[in-house]
């Protein structure tokens, strides 16, 4: 891990305003004692595809697989009416059995289709036989992914998709797609669904060799376990306040941007290999922009339904779903935030550098992407999550000079704003500020002006 860059007036702030400590020692995708589930689906849909990573060469590499299942039309009742026909009406699958997977989400053919509609999901844990309710998967449709005209846009790898679902470790799933409803004259007509609908069911494998956790506490008898549990959301924030900062580093940084007097000190950030990415699984090389002027807050959509033990395996399945399901380079955010305020890599490229990503379409140009995970609709975000922003904000807008309580402007690459259109945002700005979006949910955005303050504040203004 690279050092901290602070500066002495970063180490005054950083006493009262502290990133809550990482968890260093994930725990395993399958709980011990759980049951084994079928091997194989006892009947595979024609046209399923399974998709594995590539095979292992070393103890580091790590597995997951995506198993990709075409959806039919329902024969329930619930068509469209007035003559639509099956390309309007529902579409899902029935109850199946699957090999085991721990997040889902819906694909179509074309990225630039829209889906109208409704997302549901229900799910059986591995080993039990009870079935969870229904779901409701998020709908990205395009505001998410690479700009317009850019090469990561013109891939013919790209899918339209949903948001992804965390469900954990589960081996059942059944799922539905129920079109909009367009009142007419003459009688209410479904809109058609995109075409080539598919759930993927995403496995983001074992976890990656983690380290061997600190040693037993002083004053346990001879032959005693010490027994090492997560911290709760509120003792990591408790425990944060005497840690994360060490000795001042500059090398990782540009000359000129170590030359200005407002950054934020360097919070830890867990890097790919710490949550266990696949780097085979994107394409190879980096793409950089220019500057970071601006940071988009997502949320995830990925429910709140995770341990942040399970965090890295949440990461693990996001990107296999990015890159393997919905076509794109890499992992679309340029990092992301759990719900204890721990601080990942997203995309490759460095963490220093303006790695160029596919989170706020239109603007992914001079800016960064943050995801916390998690859905913040109507859940409030923990503290630790609004630290974690404002603490890194101060350190990566800080390398840019960058005031996180001051406006910026981006040009428009298409989508929301007219192509070219200058657009002046918030320093920290949310996705809806860019595009016609929920995100990252009404809970989350209404935090943003409490992190601008913070994170000022640890750049010493």
Excluded at 132 to 150: K, L, Y
Excluded at 191 to 217: K, M
Excluded at 422 to 442: E, L, M, Q, W
Aim: with cysteine; charged share 20%.
């Amino acid at each position: 891990m690279r050092a901290y860059l602070a500066t002495s007036i970063a180490v005054t702030c950083a006493t009262a305003l502290a990133l809550p400590i990482s968890l260093a020692t994930p725990a395993a995708a399958l709980p011990p004692g759980a049951s084994a589930a079928p091997t194989a689906p006892p009947s595979m849909d024609p046209g399923a595809r399974d998709t594995t990573s590539p095979a292992v060469t070393s103890e580091a590499d790590v597995a997951g697989s995506t198993q990709s299942l075409p959806l039919a039309p329902l024969g329930d009742g619930r068509r469209a009416i007035g003559g639509a026909g099956a390309s309007g009406g529902a579409q899902g699958l029935t109850r199946r059995d699957v090999r085991p997977f721990s997040l889902v989400g819906v694909v179509w053919d074309d990225a630039q289709d829209h889906l109208h509609g409704t997302v549901q999901v229900r799910t059986r844990a591995t080993g039990s036989a009870e079935w969870s309710a229904w779901q409701d998967v998020e709908i990205h449709n395009d505001d998410h992914g690479a700009d317009p005209g850019t090469p990561e846009a013109a891939r013919g790898a790209l899918r339209g998709a949903t948001a992804p679902l965390w469900v954990g470790d589960s081996d059942g799933v059944e799922v539905r797609v129920q079109p909009d409803r367009q009142d007419d004259i003459a009688a209410a007509v479904a809109e058609a669904l995109p075409e080539g609908l598919r759930i993927e069911l995403v496995d983001p494998g074992p976890e990656p060799a983690a380290d061997p956790g600190p040693e037993p506490r002083a004053g346990l008898a001879h032959g005693a376990r010490a027994v090492h549990r997560a911290p709760t959301v509120e003792e990591a924030a408790a425990a944060s306040v005497n840690a994360q900062l060490a000795s001042v580093g500059t090398a990782a940084i540009p000359a000129a941007a170590a030359a200005k007097p407002y950054i934020g000190p360097r919070p830890k950030i867990i890097t790919r290999k710490g949550w266990g990415a696949d780097e085979r699984l994107r394409e190879k090389g980096f793409v950089y922009t220019k500057a970071v002027k601006a940071a988009f807050v997502h949320h995830s959509a990925t429910g709140n339904n995770y341990t942040c033990r399970q965090a890295p395996s949440v990461l693990r399945s996001i990107y296999r779903y990015h890159t393997q399901s919905s076509g794109w380079r890499d992992f679309g955010y340029n990092f992301a935030v759990d719900k204890c305020g721990n601080i990942y890599e997203g995309r490759a490229g460095g963490v220093a550098k303006p790695v160029h990503g596919a989170h706020t379409l239109g603007f992914n140009t001079n800016s960064m992407g943050i995801a916390v995970l998690g859905t913040y609709s109507s859940t409030t975000p923990p503290a630790a999550v609004v630290t974690a922003v404002a603490r890194l904000t101060a350190w990566k807008l800080g390398l840019h000079g960058v005031n996180p309580k001051g406006k910026t402007t981006l040009v428009s690459a298409g989508g929301k704003y007219k192509k070219g259109k200058k657009v002046k945002f918030n320093s920290i700005a949310g996705h809806r500020d860019g595009y016609s979006t929920a995100c990252p949910g009404a809970r989350l955005y209404g935090k943003l002006g409490t992190a601008r303050t913070a994170s000022a504040k640890y750049q010493g203004r």
